[in-house]
């Protein structure tokens, strides 16, 4: 599966953005992440939703303030009420395992490119 990730722009502080992450194929058996990268810092991981069944994880990273869902082969990151910190450049990936659960970032993810958020007044 491939991933492209899009949406990300300039946003006001407690703005609002959604990013799309489209893949090419179908996404049943993927664990779809997003994860991000601020300069200068560790990536960070936002939120992932199973392929499976839809379940989400990873909800305490963000203080409930960024939503992850899923309609066919696109998955999307609602991120709301946005900081200065939030800047970053967010990339989608695909667990081949479905193991969000487990936030274990293996080698075998596929990554799609980043799209950069940039919070700022």
């Known amino acids: 599966v491939q991933l492209q990730a899009s949406g990300g722009g300039l946003v006001q502080p407690g703005g609002s953005l959604t990013l799309s992450c489209i893949s090419s194929?179908?996404?049943?058996?993927?664990?779809i992440a997003w994860l991000r990268q601020a300069p200068g810092k560790e990536r960070e991981k936002v939120l992932c939703?199973?392929?499976?069944?839809?379940s989400t994880y990873w909800e305490d990273s963000m203080e409930g303030r960024f939503t992850i869902s899923r309609e066919k082969n696109t998955v999307y990151l609602q991120m709301n009420n946005l900081k200065p910190e939030d800047t970053a450049v967010y990339y989608c990936?695909?667990?081949?395992?479905?193991?969000?659960?487990?936030?274990?970032?293996?080698?075998?993810?596929?990554w799609g490119q980043g799209t950069l958020v940039t919070v700022s007044s």
């Open positions: 939703i199973s392929g499976m069944d839809g």
């Open positions: 990936a695909a667990d081949p395992f479905d193991r969000c659960d487990l936030g274990i970032i293996g080698p075998n993810w596929r």
């Open positions: 194929g179908r996404l049943d058996h993927y664990g």
